[in-house]
């Protein structure tokens, strides 16, 4: 079945960065876009961007550009949502997702089981 | 920074019918884009509910329906169930090129009374 596993729990000093990663598994990896949506706590969901496994084209959301950059490495299936010059209020979830149908205002799914990232002193 | 708002609560008692809107605007929704809905129990990653506006993917029970109208849509939970207690969040596309690509709603918390 089609499955978006991501890595494990971070925590981070302000100023740091963090690599998240998202392994997909039961389908062909370059046939998808992957978006990369955040929640922060009690909070709603926020779109990042996206990335195209096949080309490795991107396209950020104006509020992450400069301090997010997505890549991945195809011989792994495997996408990476790394985010600069963390702050407080970046604490939240991150989930990929994979998209369905490479077309503008296409939908979600699956979405990885999500990585906690907590950005404290 | 949602730019689809949504009621914040709906509650109902089992077997009865709750609506949840989702209101947009000219460059999402009333531009003729598509709206999703996912479902996110507690503690677990959102789950595609509704897909182009009205489809309900594989497994997902018929008690759950999506249209769309103008600059808005709507889910409509028939039968509620305690199991439907969640958030739900509607997700569209926007073409101002102002902010982000992809919208989604401000979430809805459903309870079950």
């Known amino acids: 079945q089609v499955q978006l596993v991501q890595s494990g729990a971070e925590v981070k000093k302000p100023g740091a960065s963090v690599k998240v990663s998202c392994k997909a598994s039961?389908?062909?990896?370059?046939?998808?876009?992957m978006h990369w949506v955040r929640q922060a706590p009690g909070q709603g969901l926020e779109w990042m961007g996206w990335?195209?496994?096949?080309?490795?084209?991107?396209n950020y959301a104006q509020k992450f550009q400069g301090r997010v950059t997505m890549t991945r490495d195809t011989s792994i299936s495997t996408a990476y949502m790394e985010l600069s010059r963390l702050r407080s209020d970046d604490t939240a979830v991150y989930y990929c997702?994979?998209?369905?149908?490479?077309?503008?205002?296409?939908?979600?799914?699956?979405w990885g089981q999500g990585t906690l990232v907590t950005v404290s002193s | 920074q949602s730019v689809l708002t949504q009621p914040p609560s709906v509650s109902g008692a089992p077997g009865q019918r709750v609506t949840i809107s989702c209101t947009g605007s000219?460059?999402?929704?009333?531009?003729?884009?598509?709206v999703h809905w996912y479902q996110q129990l507690p503690g677990t990653a959102p789950k595609l509910l509704i897909y182009?506006?009205?489809n309900r993917p594989s497994g997902v029970p018929d008690r759950f329906s999506g249209s769309k109208s103008g600059t808005s849509a709507s889910l409509a939970i028939t039968g509620l169930q305690a199991e439907d207690e969640a958030d739900y969040y509607c997700?569209?596309?926007?073409?101002?090129?102002?902010?982000?690509?992809?919208?989604f709603g401000t979430g809805t918390k459903v309870t079950v009374l």
């Open positions: 990335i195209n496994p096949n080309s490795g084209g991107t």
């Open positions: 997700q569209s596309y926007d073409s101002s090129l102002s902010g982000s690509l992809y919208v």
């Open positions: 997702a994979r998209d369905v149908g490479a077309v503008a205002g296409s939908w979600f799914d699956p």
């Open positions: 182009g506006n009205s």
């Open positions: 039961g389908y062909t990896f370059t046939g998808y876009y």
């Open positions: 000219s460059s999402n929704i009333g531009a003729g884009y598509d």
